[in-house]
Protein backbone atom coordinates (compact mmCIF):
# COMPACT_ATOMS: atom_id res chain seq x y z
CA UNK A 1 0.00 0.00 0.00
CA UNK A 2 1.39 3.09 -1.25
CA UNK A 3 1.91 6.11 1.52
CA UNK A 4 -0.87 8.27 -0.31
CA UNK A 5 -3.39 5.17 -0.28
CA UNK A 6 -2.46 5.15 3.47
CA UNK A 7 -3.22 9.03 3.59
CA UNK A 8 -6.89 8.49 1.79
CA UNK A 9 -7.54 5.28 4.03
CA UNK A 10 -7.10 7.71 7.10
CA UNK A 11 -8.58 10.20 5.70
CA UNK A 12 -12.09 8.44 5.80
CA UNK A 13 -11.64 6.87 8.98
CA UNK A 14 -11.47 10.21 10.79
CA UNK A 15 -13.77 12.67 8.76
CA UNK A 16 -16.39 9.77 6.95
CA UNK A 17 -17.07 8.68 3.68
CA UNK A 18 -15.21 11.06 0.91
CA UNK A 19 -17.57 12.09 -1.91
CA UNK A 20 -16.62 10.68 -5.28
CA UNK A 21 -16.00 14.55 -6.45
CA UNK A 22 -13.76 14.82 -2.91
CA UNK A 23 -11.43 11.39 -3.80
CA UNK A 24 -11.26 12.23 -7.63
CA UNK A 25 -9.75 16.09 -6.32
CA UNK A 26 -7.52 14.59 -4.01
CA UNK A 27 -5.84 11.72 -6.37
CA UNK A 28 -5.37 13.41 -9.72
CA UNK A 29 -3.84 16.17 -7.67
CA UNK A 30 -1.57 13.77 -6.37
CA UNK A 31 -1.14 11.54 -9.72
CA UNK A 32 -0.29 14.33 -11.75
CA UNK A 33 1.98 16.37 -9.34
CA UNK A 34 4.54 13.31 -8.98
CA UNK A 35 4.88 12.19 -12.85
CA UNK A 36 4.85 12.51 -16.43
CA UNK A 37 1.75 10.27 -17.20
CA UNK A 38 2.15 10.51 -20.78
CA UNK A 39 3.68 8.31 -24.02
CA UNK A 40 5.09 4.94 -23.66
CA UNK A 41 6.05 4.82 -20.89
CA UNK A 42 3.44 6.84 -19.38
CA UNK A 43 -0.45 5.55 -18.92
CA UNK A 44 -2.16 7.19 -21.48
CA UNK A 45 -1.31 9.09 -24.85
CA UNK A 46 -2.76 11.98 -25.95
CA UNK A 47 -3.92 13.74 -29.56
CA UNK A 48 -1.14 16.15 -29.75
CA UNK A 49 2.01 12.89 -29.18
CA UNK A 50 0.08 10.55 -31.98
CA UNK A 51 1.25 12.84 -34.58
CA UNK A 52 2.33 16.62 -35.54
CA UNK A 53 -1.41 17.47 -37.95
CA UNK A 54 -2.91 17.78 -34.93
CA UNK A 55 -1.98 20.89 -32.89
CA UNK A 56 -0.80 22.27 -36.83
CA UNK A 57 -4.26 22.31 -37.92
CA UNK A 58 -5.01 23.90 -34.13
CA UNK A 59 -3.01 26.04 -34.88
CA UNK A 60 -3.82 26.90 -38.23
CA UNK A 61 -7.42 27.11 -36.96
CA UNK A 62 -6.68 29.70 -34.49
CA UNK A 63 -4.33 32.36 -36.62
CA UNK A 64 -7.06 32.38 -39.39
CA UNK A 65 -9.49 33.36 -36.53
CA UNK A 66 -6.95 35.82 -35.24
CA UNK A 67 -6.70 36.89 -39.00
CA UNK A 68 -10.76 37.44 -39.25
CA UNK A 69 -10.76 39.41 -36.34
CA UNK A 70 -8.35 42.11 -37.55
CA UNK A 71 -5.51 40.90 -36.43
CA UNK A 72 -5.06 42.52 -33.00
CA UNK A 73 -1.53 42.82 -31.68
CA UNK A 74 -1.87 41.94 -27.68
CA UNK A 75 -3.30 38.80 -28.36
CA UNK A 76 -1.76 35.48 -26.14
CA UNK A 77 -2.17 31.79 -26.25
CA UNK A 78 -3.42 30.00 -23.59
CA UNK A 79 -3.15 26.46 -23.06
CA UNK A 80 -5.09 24.70 -20.19
CA UNK A 81 -3.47 21.49 -19.15
CA UNK A 82 -0.45 21.67 -22.12
CA UNK A 83 0.92 18.25 -20.86
CA UNK A 84 4.25 18.44 -22.27
CA UNK A 85 4.01 21.57 -24.65
CA UNK A 86 3.58 19.23 -27.94
CA UNK A 87 0.12 21.20 -28.81
CA UNK A 88 1.87 24.60 -28.17
CA UNK A 89 4.99 23.48 -30.04
CA UNK A 90 3.10 22.50 -33.32
CA UNK A 91 0.37 25.14 -32.77
CA UNK A 92 2.91 28.37 -32.32
CA UNK A 93 4.98 27.06 -34.94
CA UNK A 94 2.23 27.50 -37.77
CA UNK A 95 1.09 30.35 -36.02
CA UNK A 96 4.32 32.26 -37.27
CA UNK A 97 4.61 31.09 -40.20
CA UNK A 98 0.86 33.01 -40.70
CA UNK A 99 2.71 36.12 -39.28
CA UNK A 100 1.51 36.02 -35.67
CA UNK A 101 3.77 35.32 -32.45
CA UNK A 102 1.89 35.76 -29.17
CA UNK A 103 3.20 35.02 -25.89
CA UNK A 104 2.55 31.38 -24.64
CA UNK A 105 0.56 31.07 -21.18
CA UNK A 106 0.17 27.89 -19.63
CA UNK A 107 -2.08 26.67 -16.89
CA UNK A 108 -0.49 23.83 -14.89
CA UNK A 109 0.44 22.97 -11.61
CA UNK A 110 2.38 20.24 -11.82
CA UNK A 111 6.51 21.03 -11.69
CA UNK A 112 7.02 17.70 -13.20
CA UNK A 113 5.39 19.12 -16.31
CA UNK A 114 6.03 22.57 -16.16
CA UNK A 115 10.09 21.69 -17.16
CA UNK A 116 8.99 19.51 -20.07
CA UNK A 117 6.81 22.26 -21.67
CA UNK A 118 9.37 24.99 -20.65
CA UNK A 119 11.41 22.28 -22.84
CA UNK A 120 9.18 22.40 -25.47
CA UNK A 121 7.94 26.31 -25.45
CA UNK A 122 10.82 28.62 -23.96
CA UNK A 123 10.05 31.82 -22.47
CA UNK A 124 6.25 30.56 -21.69
CA UNK A 125 4.75 31.67 -18.55
CA UNK A 126 3.08 29.73 -15.96
CA UNK A 127 0.04 30.32 -13.88
CA UNK A 128 -1.53 28.17 -11.22
CA UNK A 129 -5.32 28.99 -12.52
CA UNK A 130 -7.14 30.85 -15.49
CA UNK A 131 -8.02 33.70 -12.59
CA UNK A 132 -4.65 34.36 -12.32
CA UNK A 133 -3.75 35.14 -16.36
CA UNK A 134 -3.22 38.65 -17.20
CA UNK A 135 -5.88 40.75 -18.30
CA UNK A 136 -4.17 42.90 -21.02
CA UNK A 137 -5.56 41.85 -24.53
CA UNK A 138 -7.50 39.35 -26.10
CA UNK A 139 -6.57 35.12 -26.05
CA UNK A 140 -6.38 32.28 -28.19
CA UNK A 141 -6.96 29.25 -26.08
CA UNK A 142 -6.38 25.39 -26.34
CA UNK A 143 -7.94 23.39 -23.54
CA UNK A 144 -7.27 19.35 -25.11
CA UNK A 145 -8.23 16.61 -22.51
CA UNK A 146 -8.21 19.33 -19.88
CA UNK A 147 -12.12 19.33 -18.88
CA UNK A 148 -12.11 15.64 -18.24
CA UNK A 149 -9.73 15.42 -15.17
CA UNK A 150 -11.78 18.01 -13.34
CA UNK A 151 -13.47 16.15 -10.25
CA UNK A 152 -17.27 15.26 -11.00
CA UNK A 153 -19.79 14.40 -8.11
CA UNK A 154 -22.25 11.30 -8.52
CA UNK A 155 -25.73 10.91 -7.49
CA UNK A 156 -27.57 7.66 -7.21
CA UNK A 157 -31.20 8.02 -6.21
CA UNK A 158 -30.89 11.52 -4.87
CA UNK A 159 -28.24 11.16 -2.64
CA UNK A 160 -24.89 11.98 -3.24
CA UNK A 161 -22.06 9.09 -3.97
CA UNK A 162 -19.34 8.39 -1.88
CA UNK A 163 -16.49 6.22 -1.54
CA UNK A 164 -15.99 4.22 1.82
CA UNK A 165 -13.76 1.27 3.49
CA UNK A 166 -15.89 -2.09 3.69
CA UNK A 167 -14.20 -4.97 4.41
CA UNK A 168 -10.72 -3.29 4.01
CA UNK A 169 -11.25 -2.33 0.78
CA UNK A 170 -12.47 1.43 -0.51
CA UNK A 171 -16.37 1.21 -2.07
CA UNK A 172 -19.21 3.23 -3.68
CA UNK A 173 -21.62 3.24 -0.76
CA UNK A 174 -24.48 2.75 -3.26
CA UNK A 175 -25.15 1.48 -6.68
CA UNK A 176 -27.61 2.24 -9.15
CA UNK A 177 -28.84 4.60 -11.91
CA UNK A 178 -25.32 7.63 -11.75
CA UNK A 179 -26.47 11.16 -12.48
CA UNK A 180 -23.37 12.94 -12.78
CA UNK A 181 -22.41 16.73 -12.55
CA UNK A 182 -19.33 18.80 -12.26
CA UNK A 183 -19.17 22.60 -10.32
CA UNK A 184 -15.20 22.27 -11.28
CA UNK A 185 -15.56 21.99 -14.81
CA UNK A 186 -18.95 25.00 -14.48
CA UNK A 187 -16.59 26.96 -12.81
CA UNK A 188 -13.53 26.52 -15.03
CA UNK A 189 -15.76 27.46 -18.09
CA UNK A 190 -17.62 30.04 -16.79
CA UNK A 191 -14.01 31.73 -15.41
CA UNK A 192 -12.89 31.25 -19.23
CA UNK A 193 -16.31 32.38 -20.70
CA UNK A 194 -16.15 35.84 -18.79
CA UNK A 195 -12.40 36.36 -19.80
CA UNK A 196 -13.31 35.87 -23.43
CA UNK A 197 -16.10 38.31 -23.16
CA UNK A 198 -14.07 40.87 -21.23
CA UNK A 199 -10.84 40.84 -23.06
CA UNK A 200 -12.01 39.45 -26.41
CA UNK A 201 -10.99 36.00 -27.91
CA UNK A 202 -11.65 32.32 -28.68
CA UNK A 203 -11.17 28.93 -26.77
CA UNK A 204 -11.44 25.84 -28.73
CA UNK A 205 -11.92 22.92 -26.31
CA UNK A 206 -11.34 19.18 -27.44
CA UNK A 207 -12.40 16.15 -25.43
CA UNK A 208 -14.00 13.38 -25.18
CA UNK A 209 -17.30 13.29 -23.80
CA UNK A 210 -21.14 13.64 -25.34
CA UNK A 211 -23.09 16.04 -27.09
CA UNK A 212 -26.57 15.83 -24.70
CA UNK A 213 -26.75 15.23 -21.32
CA UNK A 214 -28.09 12.29 -19.41
CA UNK A 215 -27.97 9.83 -16.94
CA UNK A 216 -24.58 7.22 -16.91
CA UNK A 217 -21.51 6.27 -14.75
CA UNK A 218 -18.51 7.60 -16.83
CA UNK A 219 -16.01 7.58 -14.44
CA UNK A 220 -12.94 6.05 -15.39
CA UNK A 221 -9.30 4.77 -14.45
CA UNK A 222 -6.78 4.27 -17.30
CA UNK A 223 -3.38 2.70 -16.09
CA UNK A 224 -0.69 1.70 -18.50
CA UNK A 225 -2.82 2.25 -21.79
CA UNK A 226 -5.53 0.04 -20.28
CA UNK A 227 -8.94 0.92 -18.37
CA UNK A 228 -8.40 0.03 -14.75
CA UNK A 229 -10.87 -0.79 -11.69
CA UNK A 230 -11.55 3.18 -10.47
CA UNK A 231 -11.20 3.04 -6.99
CA UNK A 232 -7.95 0.29 -7.29
CA UNK A 233 -4.29 2.03 -6.33
CA UNK A 234 -5.37 5.42 -5.57
CA UNK A 235 -3.17 8.25 -6.74
CA UNK A 236 -1.63 5.47 -9.39
CA UNK A 237 -3.72 6.22 -12.12
CA UNK A 238 -5.42 8.76 -14.28
CA UNK A 239 -9.58 9.57 -13.26
CA UNK A 240 -11.53 11.23 -15.58
CA UNK A 241 -15.25 11.46 -16.83
CA UNK A 242 -16.97 11.95 -20.19
CA UNK A 243 -17.45 15.70 -20.40
CA UNK A 244 -20.93 16.44 -21.33
CA UNK A 245 -20.90 18.94 -24.06
CA UNK A 246 -24.77 20.79 -23.69
CA UNK A 247 -24.04 21.47 -20.28
CA UNK A 248 -20.67 23.05 -21.23
CA UNK A 249 -22.56 24.91 -24.08
CA UNK A 250 -25.04 26.32 -20.66
CA UNK A 251 -22.94 28.04 -18.96
CA UNK A 252 -21.09 29.27 -21.98
CA UNK A 253 -24.38 30.70 -22.75
CA UNK A 254 -24.88 32.10 -19.15
CA UNK A 255 -21.48 33.86 -19.14
CA UNK A 256 -22.32 35.90 -22.14
CA UNK A 257 -20.03 34.15 -24.68
CA UNK A 258 -20.78 32.53 -27.69
CA UNK A 259 -20.18 28.73 -28.61
CA UNK A 260 -20.17 26.96 -31.86
CA UNK A 261 -20.41 23.43 -32.17
CA UNK A 262 -19.75 20.76 -30.81
CA UNK A 263 -18.52 18.49 -33.61
CA UNK A 264 -16.69 15.12 -33.52
CA UNK A 265 -12.88 15.59 -33.70
CA UNK A 266 -12.52 13.65 -37.02
CA UNK A 267 -15.26 15.66 -39.02
CA UNK A 268 -13.80 19.02 -37.23
CA UNK A 269 -9.80 17.82 -38.44
CA UNK A 270 -11.27 16.75 -42.07
CA UNK A 271 -12.77 20.17 -42.69
CA UNK A 272 -9.71 21.38 -41.29
CA UNK A 273 -7.50 19.70 -43.95
CA UNK A 274 -5.85 16.78 -42.33
CA UNK A 275 -5.87 14.53 -45.27
CA UNK A 276 -4.52 17.36 -47.39
CA UNK A 277 -1.87 17.21 -44.49
CA UNK A 278 -1.54 13.78 -44.06
CA UNK A 279 -0.43 13.79 -48.12
CA UNK A 280 2.02 16.53 -47.93
CA UNK A 281 3.87 14.73 -45.19
CA UNK A 282 4.01 11.61 -46.55
CA UNK A 283 5.12 12.91 -50.05
CA UNK A 284 8.09 14.44 -47.76
CA UNK A 285 9.43 11.40 -46.10
CA UNK A 286 7.70 8.56 -47.96
CA UNK A 287 9.35 5.86 -45.46
CA UNK A 288 7.09 7.42 -43.13
CA UNK A 289 3.83 7.21 -45.63
CA UNK A 290 2.34 4.12 -43.09
CA UNK A 291 3.20 5.79 -39.83
CA UNK A 292 1.17 8.91 -40.92
CA UNK A 293 -2.06 7.24 -42.01
CA UNK A 294 -2.15 5.06 -38.76
CA UNK A 295 -1.69 8.77 -37.23
CA UNK A 296 -4.55 10.52 -39.26
CA UNK A 297 -6.89 7.58 -38.76
CA UNK A 298 -6.44 7.06 -35.01
CA UNK A 299 -7.12 10.80 -34.68
CA UNK A 300 -10.02 10.89 -37.50
CA UNK A 301 -11.68 6.92 -37.61
CA UNK A 302 -14.95 7.23 -35.44
CA UNK A 303 -14.40 3.75 -34.41
CA UNK A 304 -10.47 5.31 -32.60
CA UNK A 305 -10.95 8.93 -31.37
CA UNK A 306 -12.83 10.36 -34.74
CA UNK A 307 -16.55 10.10 -32.69
CA UNK A 308 -16.16 9.98 -28.87
CA UNK A 309 -13.77 13.54 -29.26
CA UNK A 310 -15.77 16.39 -29.76
CA UNK A 311 -14.65 19.88 -30.53
CA UNK A 312 -16.62 23.10 -29.07
CA UNK A 313 -15.58 26.64 -29.66
CA UNK A 314 -16.33 29.48 -26.85
CA UNK A 315 -15.71 33.26 -28.07
CA UNK A 316 -16.34 36.58 -27.18
CA UNK A 317 -19.36 37.92 -29.19
CA UNK A 318 -17.50 40.63 -31.15
CA UNK A 319 -15.06 37.64 -32.50
CA UNK A 320 -15.78 35.81 -35.92
CA UNK A 321 -16.49 31.68 -35.17
CA UNK A 322 -13.62 28.93 -35.66
CA UNK A 323 -13.57 27.53 -39.16
CA UNK A 324 -15.44 23.83 -38.99
CA UNK A 325 -17.37 24.52 -36.44
Known amino acids: MTPFERAVRTRIRTEGALSVEAYMEACNAYYYATRDPLGAA ?11 MFGELVGAALADVWARAGRPSTVRYVELGPGRGTLASDALRVMRSAGLSPPAHFIETSETLRAAQLAAVPGARHHDSISDLPADGPCLVVANEFLDALPIRQFVGGLERKVVLTGGHLAFDRDGEVIEDSPARDEAVRALSEGLVALGGVAIIIDYGHE ?12 EHRYAPVLASPGEQDLTSHVDFHRVGEVVLEAGAFVDGPAE ?23 R ?27 SPEWPSVAGL
Request: glycine content about 8%; some cysteine.
Open 289 to 315: AAEIEAARARLCRPDQMGSLFKTLAIR
Open 265 to 287: QGAWLERLGIMARARALANAAPD
Open 212 to 223: RSGPGDTLQAVR
Open 42 to 52: GDFTTAPEISQ
